[in-house]
């Protein structure tokens, strides 16, 4: 059995209102030295496959066909053994 | 300048109806070999720091303060030089 753990932001030309919104309330509690904040995705999926590569490929495919929205999207991803 | 990439999960014992619903839609679309699938969030955050240690400090506050609900929520993090 595998793990993958899956990040998914959005693209950096895309605005990010969740992520202003939150670094204006990491400001607003005093952390005045931070910068851009940025909001994503985090998924985590147990996948059964017979080796590494395998599984990859299938990621790559769920976070194509469902997972991820390509227009606005980025995303990486991870597999471990569990 | 440091960038956090912060991974949020709800814990273990908490019902995660997105992530039941994701992998209902991932069985539909015929990946029959996954089993349970988890969502949580995602944040990426610039901090301005000395060192790492100094950086790792304050997410974890950040973490414990804003960004995480403690009570259902556990955290991981990783720091980076950018």
Do not use: H
Not at 21 to 34: F, S
Not at 38 to 44: I, N, P
Not at 59 to 76: A, G, H, K, S, W
Request: charged residues 30%; proline residues 2%.
């Amino acid at each position: 059995m595998w793990k993958a753990k899956i990040q998914v932001t959005l693209k950096k030309s895309v605005l990010d209102p969740q992520g202003a919104t939150v670094e204006k309330a990491l400001k607003a509690l005093g952390y005045d030295n931070i910068g851009d904040v940025r909001v994503g995705k985090y998924l985590e999926v147990v996948v059964e496959g017979k080796d590494n590569e395998e599984v990859e490929e299938q990621v790559v495919e769920m976070c194509q066909r469902l997972l991820t929205n390509p227009v606005i999207e980025d995303y990486t991803f991870e597999v471990t053994e569990v």
